[in-house]
């Protein structure tokens, strides 16, 4: 099936830096979404993004539709020790129909307080 | 409340047994999904409905089963020629087949 390339694997970053992940494909999407996941538990929606070019924030996270339509990013602002997870991007195509989300490796962010 | 139950969180089965994972959603959502998740691994889908009475195989759907007889439920059967199925599974759904799928708890299946 398709791959998403999520990068960095992992961080481990100070508590208050910011945070930067990526996730680039070789073909086009139409979404792209960003999940987090804590440990046990089932991933949960942080942001949605549909046009080219669309930055959207929520709270201290802000992501990034690519304007190729190829690629998104992450970002979160000054951390804290509550950041901690697994953080996965997620992309849908339109072939003849909608195609179920491909979902990235996941980035692994660890906070240092 | 609204949401997505997976149920059991926690699930310990011999080898060579089948065992069936439940999923429901009063989301009032179309299409439902089964993704597994394994260490250092990203989600890999296993079956996905858009619509009930009908479903299409993910990437590895070897080794599973699902029905969809009824919109909110959409129960997974781990078979015994699945040649490893201890994993993390995570059942999802969405309002219809495009964008946004919200995650159930998750069940975590051990094969000893």
């Known amino acids: 099936g398709q791959q998403l390339n999520q990068s960095p694997q992992s961080m481990f970053i100070q508590e208050g830096e910011d945070v930067s992940m990526n996730c680039t494909s070789s073909?086009?999407?139409?979404?792209w979404l960003w999940y987090k996941q804590d440990p046990g538990e089932g991933p949960v929606l942080l942001i949605a993004l549909y046009k080219a070019g669309e930055l959207t924030s929520n709270g201290r996270l802000t992501a990034q539709f690519g304007i190729t339509r190829k690629d998104s990013f992450l970002n979160i602002s000054a951390s804290i020790p509550s950041d901690v997870g697994i953080y996965f991007c997620?992309?849908?195509?339109?072939?003849?129909?909608?195609?179920?989300?491909?979902f990235g490796k996941g980035t692994r962010l660890s906070v240092i307080a | 409340d609204g949401g997505i139950t997976q149920s059991p969180k926690y699930l310990f089965r011999k080898e060579g047994q089948n065992v069936t994972l439940s999923c429901e959603q009063n989301?009032?959502?179309?299409?439902m999904y089964w993704y597994r998740q394994d260490p250092g691994q990203g989600l890999r889908l296993i079956y996905y409905?858009?619509?009930?009475?009908?479903?299409q195989k993910g990437d590895i759907a070897e080794g599973y089963s699902v029905s969809r007889e009824k919109k909110e439920s959409f129960p997974l059967t781990v078979t015994s020629a699945q040649k490893n199925p201890t994993a993390f599974y995570l059942c999802?759904?969405?309002?219809?087949?495009?964008?946004?799928?919200?995650f159930g708890q998750g069940t975590r299946l051990t094969v000893v």
């Open positions: 999802a759904s969405s309002i219809n087949s495009q964008g946004e799928a919200f």
């Open positions: 073909s086009i999407f139409n979404t």
């Open positions: 989301l009032n959502h179309d299409a």
């Open positions: 997620a992309g849908q195509q339109y072939l003849s129909g909608n195609t179920p989300l491909v």
């Open positions: 409905s858009q619509i009930v009475n009908d479903f």
